[in-house]
């Protein structure tokens, strides 16, 4: 159990989160001024509704998601191919090189928890077994969600690289990963890996995986650009005037992975309602957009299909290119159909 929390920061951690702009003395802060809207005597009734009023929060069977067979890839096309598994994990293979994106396959989303947050499929864990070689490994934050000690131990072995936003090397280090191959960003950073320009993006979030380190690393998403395509994860994120930034600083972008899911008013300012997430996508200048941060857990307090409706609904509305695949089906960033794989 102790190891799920991850590492506390170090004397040295923190001397080197002082070199960021971002960080005040004792915790990184958004561009915008944030918070969570939570009231004491709000409590009681916001924990019984959340794990005890539970349904049509959660599937009423668990989700199938297909097997990983290598042959699904061109291995010479360099264009993106990729494969979604529920929430934000992404397997991806562009330029050539495999990529796996906040690789959350554990089964619980709130392993230190009294009340376990279970996982919408079973065996998850299992899929990693069936991966190739993991070329590079990208983490937008240390949220359990995101970032899952059972997944990195059993990617140990076969992951070449990590790239990581700042803090989040030592929970990494902590669990064996060699340092040598655990590259740190602060927002906006960048680095030329294998012919991808990759880009650390601001998000408004947090971060933390116990009482008392809140806020002790960043968060954001990833901008991926090749000579052929400029592809983004958007990240964890409230709707702010960051987005408009990012795409005017790296966009166009010709598809994008969507934060829409897990909102709730009391922390609306770190998580998108589906309409932000579209009207997000469109201040980022994105093409071609997919709704994720869905199908995985119920972290939030709507209909396990809320996300995904809405998204659909608005960008339909708003003229949006997007699409939603199955779980473990390959996908390619000019897709654009979809069936409602999720009314089962």
């Known amino acids: 159990m102790r190891k799920q929390f991850g590492a506390k920061p170090s004397k040295s951690d923190l001397a080197n989160y002082s070199k960021s702009e971002h960080w005040n003395g004792s915790i990184f802060k958004n561009l915008q001024e944030t918070t969570m809207?939570?009231?004491?005597?709000?409590?009681?009734?916001?924990?019984?509704?959340?794990?005890?009023?539970?349904?049509?929060?959660?599937?009423?069977?668990?989700?199938?998601?297909?097997?990983?067979?290598?042959?699904?890839f061109d291995k010479n096309n360099p264009e993106m191919q990729s494969i979604w598994y529920g929430h934000s994990t992404i397997f991806m293979q562009l330029n050539t090189k495999t990529i796996l994106i906040d690789p959350m396959f554990g089964p619980d989303a709130a392993p230190i928890a009294p009340f376990k947050v279970k996982?919408?499929?079973?065996?998850?864990?299992?899929?990693?077994d069936a991966f190739p070689t993991i070329d590079l490994v990208l983490i937008s934050h240390d949220h359990y969600d995101h970032l899952d000690h059972q997944?990195?131990?059993?990617?140990k072995q076969k992951t070449k690289q990590f790239y990581v936003a700042l803090g989040v090397k030592r929970h990494l280090v902590g669990w064996g990963i060699p340092e040598n191959i655990i590259t740190e960003f602060n927002w906006w950073q960048t680095s030329l890996w294998?012919?991808?320009t990759i880009t650390f993006t601001p998000t408004r979030?947090?971060?933390?995986?116990?009482?008392?380190?809140?806020?002790?690393?960043?968060?954001?998403?990833?901008?991926?650009?090749?000579?052929?395509?400029?592809?983004?994860?958007?990240?964890?994120?409230?709707?702010?005037?960051?987005f408009k930034?990012?795409?005017?600083?790296?966009?166009?972008f010709d598809f994008a992975f969507m934060e829409c899911g897990q909102y709730n008013p009391n922390w609306h300012q770190i998580h998108m309602y589906p309409h932000e997430s579209v009207q997000a996508a469109i201040d980022a200048q994105v093409q071609n957009m997919m709704p994720v941060h869905w199908a995985g857990f119920a972290l939030a307090q709507h209909h396990w299909t809320q996300p995904v409706s809405l998204f659909i609904q608005n960008a339909t509305a708003k003229n949006c290119s997007f699409t939603v695949p199955k779980l473990g089906a390959v996908f390619q960033?000019?897709?654009?159909?979809?069936t409602n794989w999720w009314d089962i």
């Open 151 to 155: 997944s990195i131990l059993r990617l």
């Open 245 to 252: 930034t990012i795409g005017n600083r790296l966009g166009p």
């Open 333 to 338: 960033s000019q897709n654009t159909h979809y």
């Open 194 to 196: 294998e012919g991808i």
């Open 205 to 242: 979030h947090f971060s933390g995986r116990g009482l008392t380190d809140r806020a002790q690393s960043l968060w954001g998403g990833w901008a991926l650009k090749t000579q052929t395509q400029n592809l983004w994860f958007s990240g964890d994120s409230g709707y702010g005037t960051h």
């Open 37 to 72: 809207d939570f009231r004491l005597s709000q409590l009681p009734k916001f924990f019984y509704k959340q794990f005890f009023q539970t349904n049509g929060r959660t599937p009423s069977n668990p989700l199938p998601i297909e097997a990983f067979d290598p042959k699904n």
């Open 119 to 128: 996982r919408f499929s079973s065996n998850t864990l299992d899929l990693i």
